[in-house]
């Protein structure tokens, strides 16, 4: 069955962190192009970090020096560290595969900063 599955939201208070993992299964992980977005009530789902096949990462500015993207290829799992959370990081959290036009989402996880 191919899914990703999104894991290790919660609650955290600003300045703290947390870790996001994403597990795939059903697909040669190791090719894809793995992302995390987030979307925030009443705003679009906007990317937050990428890492490539190959490794190269990309982040939003506003995350940038506080959130980092990597992945185990062994384990099929892409990861989001994130630390210095503010407010304004509150969102659902989706992890997104892409490899040759094909696209997976995750079901999402909930991220809240909040003190």
């Known amino acids: 069955q191919v899914q990703l599955v999104e894991s290790g939201g919660g609650l955290v208070q600003p300045g703290g962190s947390l870790r996001l993992s994403c597990a795939a299964s059903g697909i040669i992980f190791s090719r894809y192009t793995m992302s995390w977005y987030r979307q925030s009530p009443g705003k679009q789902r906007e990317l937050v970090a990428i890492?490539?096949?190959?490794?190269?990462?990309n982040y939003a500015d506003d995350v940038k020096g506080r959130f980092t993207i990597s992945r185990d290829n062994a384990k099929n799992t892409v990861y989001l560290h994130m630390n210095s959370l503010q407010p304004e990081d509150t969102a659902v959290y989706y992890c997104?595969?892409?490899?040759?036009?094909?696209?997976?989402w995750g079901q999402g996880t909930q991220v809240t900063v909040s003190s």
């Open positions: 997104n595969a892409e490899n040759f036009g094909r696209v997976l």
């Open positions: 890492i490539a096949s190959g490794g190269t990462t």
